[in-house]
């Protein structure tokens, strides 16, 4: 009896299912999308998020480094930076003030998002590395140009003063 009961029903359900066909098939779609979805950004949520709170020194020198033995002349390229500040991230918080004549603020308290990969700390920005000075080894040193067209180029990447950079010839056996 119950698969008799079952083809009645199905029989009574196949109209409105033809009548409402492409309402299903929006919800079927919508409801793949969710379960399909919701990983991949998981994901790339947390890639973005270790992403824009790292940064590496050793990476961003030999980078500067690739960029200046392609200027003409410069020839091999040695570099070491020191950092006056690492980068850190800004947090943001929760402040309330109590009013009155003497208003003051009452502790902080950080704001956390919950997503699916954990609960983080809302960044509202990160703040880059500060430089303190640059040496720069190149074989081309000797030529005035080299010179200073390598110190431009870390000048502009690095946000430093000419005068916190140095450019000496590389030794010919190192």
Known sequence: MNTEKLHELCARLRPLAKKYRAALIVLL????????????????AAQTQT?????????????????????????R??????????GEAVYAVNTR?????????????AVISSSGYGETPV???????????????CDGAENAAVRLAVTQAVETVCGLTSDRITVLKRASGA
């Open 51 to 75: 992403g824009a709170d790292s940064f590496s020194l050793s990476d961003f020198e030999s980078q500067l480094c690739r960029r200046l033995s392609a200027i003409d002349g410069a020839g």
């Open 97 to 109: 003030e109590t009013g009155g004549a003497a208003s003051s603020r009452e502790s902080d308290v």
């Open 29 to 44: 779609a919508g409801v793949l999308l969710l379960v399909s979805g919701g990983r991949e950004e998981k994901t790339d």
């Open 123 to 137: 960044t509202v920005k990160n703040v880059l590395p500060t430089f303190r000075g640059a040496i720069v080894l």
């Open 77 to 86: 390229v040695e570099l070491m930076l020191s950092l006056e500040q690492t």
